[in-house]
Structures are given as structure tokens and as C-alpha cells.
């Protein structure tokens, strides 16, 4: 079946920028998605990108995809102590989302 | 308002009791999800609704029963339910299944069976 893959942690500095990674399996996911979610929160959508681009900017968040190796990254400057949480990769066919294990960033001041 | 709604914020249940998780939308989304999420792990998908009707089960056991009683509103049954079924239980919601799916994500219900 589908499989969605990231590295479990990440610790930067306030100020520095973060690289989240992720690695997914189904070619045919449409849309690829990253999510944030804070402690006993739920999940809070951040960006998104169709698979048939490679980068997508919004703000201080950067998306980027490559299809062929089912490569996708999320850059987040200028990190803030307020990004702190966890992120998840998803992948999205028909309606059916499957989840990466999430990354948990930690922003030391 | 782009909120998804859920209550109980916190439920607590024994094994023999039967209760009840409700979620609402009022953003017109016709697709609603129930996802199952343990500590430290990703959300897992359970059902989906697509315009009311049942599109998508996850082999999920029948002790949890999905009801979508209109557009706005997702009901999740819970009945003989076991320790481990202990979890996060998120609602979802989106316009529909197919485009940007964006999800919309209720605060989640913390479910514990004793």
C-alpha cells in the first residue's frame, strides 16, 4: 500500500531556516500535503502542491517536489520559536489521505 | 466561520458503555472524515462521507458506527470498546473529494476506555 516517510526529529535556532523532508511511495497521489499540529491540538493544514509542479512559495514556507525520485521538502525561514510542532506529509487520492509518522521541530532561542 | 466543531473535548467510557462523538461544519463541505490518531503517531484514516452517503470504511470494527445525519453533522457510535481503542479522534471536513481536498480539522476528541 501507500507509504509516506520522514526523518522523526529536527532541532534548528530561532532566526535559522528548517528543512522537513518526506519520501512517498503512490505515483499517483494528486495533491501532496504538509500539516501542522501543537501539542493537543488538531491538525492545521499549511500548504499544499499538485504534483505536477515542483515548488510552490507561500510567505515563509517553500514546497518542493520531485516527482521522480517521490521527493517532497518543506523550507520554513526565518523559524520562530512559534513553529515548534509537529509536521506531518500527507499524501491525497480521491479523498483518501495517508499520513508520514510526522516531525517534530524543535526551535531552541 | 472555517471551524470544525467536536464534542466532547474529553470523554471517558468503560467497556460496556455506549456513547457518542459528534462533530459539525458549517462551511457547506460535503465530504466529512472520522481519522483515529494514537500519541506520537499520524492520524489514520476510519470513514469518509461523500454527500452523506458512506464512501470509504477502513476496515474499521463495527464497534464504531458512523452516522451522517445531514451535510453539517458526523456522529461516530462507540459501543464495547476496548483499552486500546484509547486515541485522539479527529474530525474532517472538505468542499468535496476531488481537487485540493483541503481538510479542515476539528480540535479532536480524547477518548480513554477504562
Known amino acids: 500500500g501507500e507509504d509516506v516517510e520522514q526523518s522523526l526529529f529536527l532541532s534548528v535556532r530561532e532566526g535559522d531556516s528548517s528543512v522537513i523532508n518526506c519520501t512517498y511511495t503512490d505515483s499517483s497521489s494528486t495533491y501532496l500535503y504538509w500539516y501542522k499540529q501543537e501539542p493537543g491540538a488538531g491538525l492545521q493544514l499549511l500548504t499544499y502542491i499538485f504534483s505536477n509542479m515542483d515548488m510552490k512559495q507561500d510567505q515563509r514556507l517553500t514546497v518542493l517536489l520531485n516527482k521522480k525520485d517521490k521527493h517532497l521538502s518543506l523550507r520554513i525561514a526565518d523559524t520562530q520559536t512559534g513553529d515548534s510542532a509537529i509536521y506531518f506529509c500527507?499524501?491525497?487520492?480521491?479523498?483518501?489521505?495517508?499520513f508520514g509518522d510526522g516531525t517534530t521541530l524543535t526551535v531552541k532561542p | 466561520d472555517t471551524e470544525v466543531t467536536q464534542t466532547p473535548k474529553h470523554l471517558v467510557m468503560g467497556m460496556t458503555n455506549k456513547k457518542s462523538l459528534k462533530c459539525e461544519q458549517h462551511m457547506g463541505h460535503r465530504a466529512m472524515y472520522w481519522y483515529k490518531q494514537k500519541a506520537k503517531k499520524p492520524p489514520e484514516l476510519m470513514f469518509v462521507y461523500s454527500y452523506e452517503k458512506l464512501s470509504i470504511n477502513e476496515s474499521v470494527p463495527s464497534r464504531f458506527s458512523p452516522e451522517c445525519p445531514n451535510s453539517s453533522l458526523l456522529n461516530l457510535h462507540l459501543h464495547a470498546l476496548q483499552p486500546e481503542d484509547s486515541a485522539l479522534y479527529l474530525c474532517?471536513?472538505?468542499?468535496?473529494?476531488?481537487?485540493?481536498?483541503?481538510?479542515?480539522f476539528g480540535q479532536g476528541t480524547r477518548l480513554t476506555v477504562v
Open positions: 500527507a499524501e491525497s487520492n480521491a479523498g483518501k489521505s495517508t
Open positions: 474532517a471536513s472538505s468542499q468535496d473529494l476531488g481537487g485540493v481536498t483541503e481538510a479542515f
